[in-house]
């Protein structure tokens, strides 16, 4: 190799010579009188300098190096050599393999990359650092959240451990009576709506019940009647009548109760009508305040049935209902008063009765319901033996009669008898309507 040294101004140049020559240096190993290069950690060999003259400077310089190769030729035997140029220091070097002789030092341009690439990657850092502190507050918060739910689930389950409730009874009394805003709404608009709907249907059947009053008021009792018979109104007229009628003879079982407050003459509607005396089915609903049983929904039907006189096959299956309702009620008294294990299992039994006994009445009630207006005499008929059956008879003409004084000579046959043939008439005349 010839190194030259050109007297460029750099911290890094091995000598800073004033004599221009060329070095001729060995890159093979093992050589004696090694010379290290501390700029580019390039070991190499000093073989000879060549002296220059000032006119081979200026040939060196402008980079023609071939009159050169004959007067090195004699001292070092090397193949070509070509003048490679530092890309960092710009030093000039005669050698025959530039690749041993780059020096790896950056540029300043890629120095001041790297440094702007660092800073850019700081920046980034710092909004990582800041996202990731941010985040971890609001962890910190969540778990704060979490605590305190905790702490307010521990305090429900030593609640519902105090009260002996079980946690599954209790959960779903929780969702049952669990309503959002949104689904509280939405039942009141459905409510509302059913209202709305309902009355628009009595107004409706009130209209046609205005036709009848007039014909009432204006023709004679033979001239409506033929007129009955030979016009008749159509089907939907006669269904809104229909429904009309049903709604003039609805009723309701805590409307009722209020009245009985105000007037005790209506006791007897509880025991009859709605099947139970008014304590009694005040005790049931109070023990079924979550609804499984069914308790409000069958005795309300149940006064449907009995008033509007269409419970043809459902007498039965309330019976069944009622009893099994008392006997589960009194299984779950005898477990509270002496607690054993073997009770799980006949409460769980009855309970099953108990659905079976619901599905039952609601068929049977549906289907009686939708026959309603028909057959009303065997309907009468049955209701009578029911009240009979339970022992209700005397009790019911004793609340009738009650502030009541008999005219001699009415007795009981005469009335019951005067009674049938009213309720024949009101027959006759409903099949012909029909």
């Known amino acids: 190799m010839i190194r030259q040294n050109l007297l460029i101004p750099t911290r890094r140049c091995i000598t800073a010579s004033r004599l ?39 040939q060196l310089e402008s980079g023609d190096i071939g009159s050169m190769q004959s007067k090195v030729k004699g001292n070092v035997n090397f193949t070509a050599l070509v003048l490679h140029r530092d890309t960092f220091t710009c030093e000039r070097i005669l050698t025959n393999d530039p690749t041993r002789h780059e020096r790896t030092n950056l540029t300043l341009h890629e120095v ?5 690439e660092l800073k850019q990657h700081g920046k980034t ?56 805003p949104k689904e509280k709404f939405q039942t009141l608009e ?53 429904d009309r009628n049903w709604f003039a003879h609805e009723i309701d079982l805590d409307t009722t109760f209020e009245q009985m407050a105000l007037y005790n003459q209506f006791d007897i509607c509880s ?18 305040k979550d609804g499984e ?23 039965e299956p309330f019976n069944k209902w009622l009893s099994a309702i008392y006997a589960l009620k009194e299984i779950e008294s005898a477990m509270l008063e002496n607690p054993f294990s073997y009770f799980e299992a006949r409460i769980q039994k009855q309970k099953d009765g108990i659905k079976e006994a619901i599905r039952e009445w609601k068929e049977t009630f549906m289907t009686d319901k939708s026959k309603r207006g028909k057959r009303t005499r065997k309907c009468r008929e049955l209701i009578r033996k029911d009240y009979t059956d ?13 502030g009541v004084t008999l005219v001699e000579g009415s007795g009981e046959s005469e009335n019951i008898e005067e009674n049938r043939k009213n309720e024949e008439s009101k027959n006759n005349e409903e099949s012909k309507e029909n």
């Open 112 to 116: 001041l990359a790297d440094l702007k």
């Open 20 to 58: 221009h020559h060329v070095k001729f240096h060995n890159n093979a190993p093992g050589q004696s009188n090694l010379e290290q290069n501390t700029a580019t950690q390039i070991p190499y060999s000093l073989v000879g300098r060549v002296p220059l003259a000032p006119q081979s400077m200026k």
């Open 390 to 402: 339970r022992g209700l008879m005397d009790q019911i003409r004793a609340a009738l009669l009650r």
């Open 125 to 180: 850092s710092t909004e990582e650092i800041r996202k990731l502190k941010k985040h971890e507050e609001t962890s910190t918060e969540e778990i704060r959240k979490l605590k305190k739910h905790e702490e307010t689930s521990t305090e429900e389950i030593r609640k519902l451990e105090k009260h002996e409730e079980t946690p599954t009874e209790e959960i779903r009394k929780l969702e049952k009576h669990e309503e959002t």
């Open 293 to 315: 049983c069914e308790v409000y929904n069958i005795f309300n039907e149940h006064g449907a049935a009995w008033h509007n006189q269409f419970a043809n096959t459902c007498i």
């Open 271 to 288: 025991i009859t009508v709605f099947g139970e005396t008014q304590n009694k089915i005040k005790e049931l609903l109070t023990w079924d």
């Open 190 to 242: 459905e409510k509302f709506q059913k209202v709305e709907n309902d009355k628009r249907r009595r107004h409706a059947g009130e209209v046609v019940n205005m036709r009848d009053q007039l014909a009432r008021l204006v023709l004679s009792a033979k001239e409506n009647k033929q007129r009955k018979q030979q016009v008749h109104d159509p089907k939907e007229m006669k269904d809104t009548k229909d």
